[in-house]
């Protein structure tokens, strides 16, 4: 059965600082995968998709993802952490008929 | 995202009530969605459509149930509302690729609170 782990419910970090969101996922064939990020009382918004070619993927508000199949995860990074960075993230993983989220994790920045 | 539009956006209601949600599109996707959102469970699915004559059972779909309107209108219903189904609820709509897998674009939410 398809499943994406998220196994940091809570991470804090300084601003300035470089973060990584961690995201394990179980899927029988080639993954489609994507991050969110939900800021309070809104819905979520893609930060990135990856879908196939190359393993590091760029996306919005300075978040990159790198794919690494053989240890089945799709970790986000950002090299400097921003107060505005505050929200909750979550990895998802897409099936062609559904999407499969994980529980998220929460980001706290402090100054 | 404004092109996904939920209402209403609050909604305190009791124990028994009918209730619906309503979702409008004006990204002319023709894949949209019902997930609810509950603290330390992620999002889950409820429902899915992927046209106007197609609907399907996501993960929890007990206590729901879905109509599709028009390709652009995805309306949520609980029949008869319970305590347990206090929640954040969440559209979301896609387009179909080749891969059916294009990324969705959600509302910005409804808050159900059952009482």
């Known amino acids: 059965a398809q499943s994406v782990t998220q196994p940091d419910i809570h991470i804090t970090v300084s601003e300035g600082a470089s973060l990584e969101l961690r995201c394990n996922y179980s899927y029988g064939a080639t993954p489609y995968l994507f991050w969110y990020v939900q800021s309070p009382g809104q819905g979520l918004q893609l930060l990135l998709k990856y879908f196939s070619g190359d393993t590091l993927v760029q996306g919005i508000k300075g978040f990159e993802a790198e794919f690494k199949r053989s240890q089945s995860s799709f970790n986000l990074r950002k090299p400097s952490v921003h107060w505005s960075d505050a929200a909750e993230y979550f990895c998802a993983v897409g099936t062609g008929n559904q999407f499969y989220f994980g529980t998220g994790t929460s980001l706290t920045v402090i100054p | ?115």
Not at chain 2, 23 to 51: A, E, N, V
Not at chain 2, 87 to 109: E, I, M, R, V, W
């Open chain 2, 1 to 115: 995202d404004a092109d996904v539009t939920q209402t209403p956006r609050n909604r305190i209601t009791k124990t028994g009530k009918r209730i619906m949600l309503e979702c409008s599109q004006t990204k002319g996707h023709d894949r949209m969605y019902w997930y609810r959102q509950d603290p330390g469970l992620g999002l889950r699915l409820i429902y899915y459509s992927f046209d106007v004559k197609d609907i399907n059972k996501g993960e929890i779909s007990d206590g729901y149930s879905v109509s599709r309107q028009a390709q652009a209108k995805f309306s949520l219903s609980l029949e008869s509302a319970i305590p347990n189904q206090t929640a954040l609820y969440f559209c979301a709509t896609s387009a179909q690729g080749l891969s059916g897998n294009q990324p969705q674009h959600f509302g910005d939410g409804t808050r159900l609170s059952i009482l």
